[in-house]
Nanobody
């Protein structure tokens, strides 16, 4: 069973940057397509970026050009580099499979963009 642990969130001013990490355990993590999700208060969880095992990436339109998803399969870790952050990026960020039967959700990491 894959376990997911997200980290790297925090409080940042608009225009700032953060790098999130998602550490996964389990033998299938490195070959799985992985995604980063976020959930703002009162809103549904949404997929913002995903990456295949080979490194192919896709992004939600609102984060294109600002966020970069990457992975290090040797470390079973997926990253989300977030630049030019906006207040509307404030949310709890999670990683998981983009669709289908997902792994158990981790605790997420809080990102707050505020001056």
């Amino acid at each position: 069973q894959v376990q997911l642990v997200e980290s790297g969130g925090g409080l940042v001013q608009p225009g700032g940057s953060l790098r999130l990490s998602c550490a996964g355990s389990g033998r299938f993590f490195s070959v799985s397509v992985m995604g980063w999700f976020r959930q703002a208060p009162g809103k549904q969880r949404e997929l913002v970026a995903q990456i295949s095992g080979a490194g192919t990436t896709t992004y939600k339109d609102s984060v294109k050009g600002r966020f970069t998803i990457s992975r290090d399969n040797a470390k079973n870790t997926v990253y989300l580099q977030m630049n030019s952050l906006k207040p509307e990026d404030t949310a709890v960020y999670y990683c998981n499979l983009p669709a289908g039967l997902r792994y158990p959700w981790g605790q997420g990491t809080q990102v707050t963009v505020s001056s």
